[in-house]
């Protein structure tokens, strides 16, 4: 078996920046919890709670004095929620999401409706429609809102979302143009999503097998594994290397290793060693 690393995976720089900013509060406080979990990793939420950054549900759920916004962002109703109840913050928000937060605020100021390309029930989605003061709506195709095209739109994306399919989305659109007399379309999808995205289809062309490392819930996982099927390579999803079946292999294959940007190195290394292993067994059972 070869193994092969995608040229970009793993750790973004939102996700460092936000650990970087918790590990850095409760070395203050002592106790702070996040409003969902700050990454969508079960092993980072673990460590996290080892060292007292515990995740509550929502805001109802919050016992400790401070608050951290995790980096998909929230609206501003929660951040006026939490203000009210006299609550501190600790703002991880990454600043590709929030340049996206601010988008869509500027365009419902401007009295544009705003269509979000995204996952409904994402959190960093739910903070988008928060901006989006009433006016946005989320799509992830165009099905159901066709019939009611407003004049004035304004498309933004989930900073995770492939690039390709928002260009599809946004083509539908386009196409629409006699129904819409001003669209205005904003490149929000973060670097980290399209560099990882792009290495990850560069690999899956050159390999039998593709094991993408990441939250189940992560979007930006997620992603990379719809890319890697897109180009007809067996893929397989997994969160840690216990998920690894030998059976998946044939005793010559090629496998590439990808993991999304919330999955710590600690597992990716795990995951190259389990499968040095399962190389080094020789033919798998
Ligand atoms: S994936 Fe992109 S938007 Fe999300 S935290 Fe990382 S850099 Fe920020």
Redesign the pocket.
């Known amino acids: 078996m070869e193994i092969k690393r995608a040229s970009e995976m793993g750790f ?4 460092r920046r ?1 650990l970087d900013l918790v590990r850095k509060a409760i070395g203050e406080q002592g106790h702070l919890q996040s409003l969902g979990a700050i990454v969508h990793n079960q092993k980072v939420v673990y460590d996290l709670e080892q060292i007292g950054v515990t995740v509550a549900g929502s805001l109802d759920d919050v016992t400790s004095d401070t608050v951290v916004v995790t ?1 998909h962002g929230v609206g501003p109703n929660i951040i006026k929620n939490i203000q009210d109840k006299g609550l501190k913050i600790v703002d991880t928000t ?4 929030k340049k996206a937060q601010n988008i869509a605020g500027k365009l419902a100021d401007e009295g544009y409706s705003i269509v979000i390309f995204g996952e409904e029930g994402h959190p960093e989605v739910q903070g988008l429609l928060g901006w989006s003061e009433g006016k946005g709506t989320v799509a992830i195709d165009w099905s159901g809102l066709s019939d009611e095209i407003p004049h004035r739109l304004g498309i933004i994306s989930q ?2 979302q492939s690039p390709k399919n928002y260009a599809e989305f946004v083509k539908y659109a386009v196409s629409m143009l006699s129904d819409i007399s001003e669209l205005r379309v904003f490149s929000t999808i ?4 399209s560099k990882r995205l792009a290495a990850a289809l560069e690999l899956s062309k050159t390999v039998d097998v593709m094991i993408v490392i990441g939250g189940i819930n992560s979007s ?1 996982t997620k992603r990379l594994a719809e890319a890697c099927l897109s180009q007809g390579v067996t893929t397989y999803h997994i969160e840690q290397n216990e998920q690894i079946e030998p059976s998946w292999f044939e005793i010559n294959s090629k496998v590439g290793v990808t993991a999304g ?1 919330s999955t710590p190195d600690v597992i990716i290394d795990s995951v190259i060693e389990k499968l040095k292993l399962v190389a080094g067994a020789g033919k798998p059972s």
């Open positions: 973004c720089f939102g996700v936000a980096s990454c600043p590709h999401v900073t995770t973060c670097e980290a999503t930006n940007a």
